[in-house]
C-alpha cells in the first residue's frame, strides 16, 4: 500500500504541474478535491503555489460557481480578496442572487461563512442561499452526492466542517462524479488507510476514553503529527478529570484545596487533607505532564512551562465557577459570565497543548504569542462556551450546576429560555465573524505560520462538530458511527 501511495504522489503531482495550463475552474475543482478528500498535506508546496497563482487571476467574466468557489479557496488560506468587487454582479434589485442551479447556491452559501462583520453583500447572501437551499428539501430530484452535500453544509457549513469526520463519504461522492480523477481516487483511498492504520497504534498509546482521541484527529489527522496528537489527546483527557472533580466530586473547600495544590505544581503539597481521589487525580496528572517533558527535546522543554500556566489557569476557573454554584449566583450579563466560562471550557489550554507536540514551526514567539489569549483563541473560546450551554441547558438543570450563559442571557434581557436560545445562538454567529476577521488579519499581517493558526481554525471546526446536534463529548453514542467509520472500518480500494 505504501509503494502504491508513493507512485501514486508522483502521479498526482504531475497532475497538479499540468494543469496550470487548463481553465480556472479546473485548477479550483482540483484544489477543492484534494482538500475535501485530505489529501493536500501531500502536495502542500505545489497546492500553495497554485493559489498564490489563483488569487491574481481577473474573475470579473467568471460564473457565479467559479467566483464563488475562487473566493471561499482564498479566504480558506488566509487571502484578503473583496466580496463587494465580485459579488456585486450577481446581485439583483430584489436582494438575490443570480444562481441558476443547486450547485451555485452551495458554493456562494460555503464562500459567505467566510463573512466577517460589515461585508452586507455576504450577509445577504448567506440569508439567501440558505433559505434557499432549505426550500429545495427533500432534494429527490437531485442527484445523491449534492443533495447529502446540501444536507451537510446545512448542519455544518464547509468552512467549518471538520474534513477528516467526513473523509470517507467524500471519497464515495468524489467517485460518483463524472470529472473524478482516477489517479486522485485511488490515492485517496490508499491515504485513508494508511492513516487509519497508524491512528489505530496511537489509540494503544491513549489510555483515557477514545472519544478524546478522535475529538483531537480533528484538529490534525496527518500522520506528521503523531506525537502532537497523542499529547493533546491526553490533556482533553486530563481537562475531563478536572471538570468531573470540581462539577459533581469536590466540595467547595476540597476544590479550594485542590486547586492550591495544582497552582504549587509539588507531589508533596496534598498531605493528608485531599480526599483519595483527588490525590489521585492530581498524581496522575503531574505524572502525565513529567511524560510530555520526558517526550521533547531539550530546547523543546520550556514549552511545559506555558502548559503548566494554562492548567492552573484552568482550575482556577472551575474553582470560581464552584463558588458560583454553591452561592446560587448567575452573572447579571453574558459578558459577565464568559470572563470566567470563556476560561473554564479549556479551550485556552487545548489550543497552546496544540503546539507542544510540534516540531520547530512551533517557537518561543508562538507560545507567547498563545499565551496572550488573542483574539482568535478567544473567540474560540466563546464559540465553545456557548455552543455547550446551548446543547447542555436542560440536562445540567436536573442537577446542582453552576448557571450557565443562558441563565445570564435570560436575566440580562429579561426574556424567556426559547428567546434566550435565539440570542446565544446570534452570539455565536457574530463571534464566527470575529474568528474570521482574526484569521484573514493573522494570515496576512502576523510572522505566525499557517500551520500553527490552522491548529485554532481546526480545534474550532471540532467544537462545532461536537455541539452541533447534541453534545457529543458527554452522549457519546451520537459519534459511535463515526468514530467506527473513521477508526475501524478500511475504505474499499476495489
Not at 497554485?50 to 488566509?78: E, K, P
Amino acid at each position: 500500500m505504501v509503494h502504491r501511495a508513493e507512485q501514486l504522489k508522483k502521479q498526482v503531482a504531475k497532475l497538479i504541474a499540468a494543469s496550470g495550463a487548463c481553465s480556472l475552474y479546473h485548477r479550483i475543482h482540483l484544489v477543492d478535491a484534494l482538500e475535501r478528500l485530505c489529501l493536500d498535506y501531500l502536495f502542500e508546496d505545489e497546492i500553495n503555489d497554485m493559489v498564490t497563482q489563483i488569487h491574481n487571476v481577473d474573475v470579473s467574466g467568471c460564473d457565479l460557481q467559479t467566483v464563488a468557489m475562487w473566493f471561499y479557496l482564498l479566504r480558506n488560506h488566509g487571502y484578503r480578496v473583496s466580496s463587494d468587487v465580485v459579488f456585486a454582479k450577481f446581485r439583483d434589485e430584489q436582494g438575490g442572487f443570480a444562481a441558476n442551479n443547486p450547485r451555485d447556491l452551495l458554493n456562494l452559501y460555503n464562500a459567505a461563512c467566510l463573512r466577517t462583520h460589515g461585508e452586507t453583500i455576504l450577509d445577504e447572501a448567506a440569508s439567501f442561499t440558505s433559505k434557499c437551499l432549505k426550500s429545495l428539501a427533500p432534494y429527490t430530484y437531485m442527484e445523491a452526492s449534492l443533495a447529502s452535500e446540501i444536507k451537510r453544509a446545512l448542519e455544518i457549513p464547509l468552512p467549518r466542517s471538520v474534513r477528516i469526520y467526513g473523509a470517507k463519504s467524500r471519497i464515495a461522492e468524489y467517485g460518483n462524479q463524472t470529472e473524478a480523477n482516477e489517479l486522485v481516487l485511488e490515492l485517496a483511498k490508499l491515504n485513508y488507510n494508511l492513516v487509519q492504520l497508524q491512528h489505530q497504534e496511537e489509540l494503544k498509546i491513549i489510555t483515557r476514553v477514545v472519544e478524546c482521541y478522535f475529538w483531537m484527529v480533528g484538529v490534525y489527522f496527518e500522520p506528521s503529527y503523531s506525537r502532537a496528537r497523542v499529547i493533546l489527546s491526553k490533556v482533553l483527557a486530563i481537562v475531563s478529570l478536572l471538570d468531573d472533580t470540581y462539577d459533581v466530586y469536590g466540595t467547595s473547600q476540597e476544590c479550594e484545596l485542590f486547586t492550591k495544590c495544582i497552582e504549587s505544581w509539588d507531589p508533596a503539597a496534598t498531605g493528608g487533607r485531599l480526599p483519595g481521589n483527588m490525590k489521585f487525580i492530581f498524581a496522575k496528572i503531574l505524572d502525565t505532564c513529567q511524560s510530555f517533558e520526558d517526550e521533547l527535546a531539550p530546547d523543546e522543554k520550556y514549552r511545559m512551562h506555558y502548559l503548566k500556566t494554562f492548567i492552573i489557569d484552568l482550575v482556577r476557573a472551575y474553582n470560581e465557577e464552584v463558588k458560583w454554584r454553591e452561592q446560587g449566583y448567575v452573572p447579571a450579563t453574558v459578558e459577565e459570565h464568559l470572563q470566567v466560562s470563556a476560561r473554564s471550557g479549556g479551550c485556552h489550554l487545548l489550543s497552546c497543548t496544540s503546539f507542544v507536540g510540534m516540531g520547530d514551526v512551533a517557537d518561543q514567539e508562538a507560545f507567547e504569542w498563545v499565551r496572550g489569549v488573542p483574539k482568535i483563541v478567544k473567540a474560540l473560546c466563546i464559540i465553545l462556551r456557548l455552543s455547550d450551554d446551548l446543547k447542555s441547558y436542560e440536562r445540567e438543570k436536573m442537577s446542582s450546576h453552576v448557571a450557565s450563559t443562558m441563565e445570564s442571557c435570560m436575566k440580562e434581557h429579561q426574556v424567556p429560555l426559547e428567546v434566550a436560545r435565539v440570542k446565544i445562538q446570534e452570539t455565536i454567529d457574530e463571534t464566527w465573524k470575529d474568528f474570521n476577521e482574526e484569521w484573514l488579519n493573522l494570515n496576512t499581517n502576523s510572522h505566525l505560520p499557517r500551520e500553527l493558526l490552522e491548529r485554532i481554525f481546526n480545534l474550532t471546526r471540532t467544537m462545532v462538530y461536537i455541539y452541533q446536534q447534541d453534545d457529543a463529548y458527554t452522549n457519546c453514542h451520537v459519534i459511535k458511527d463515526t468514530i467506527n467509520s473513521l477508526f475501524v472500518e478500511p475504505v474499499s480500494i476495489t
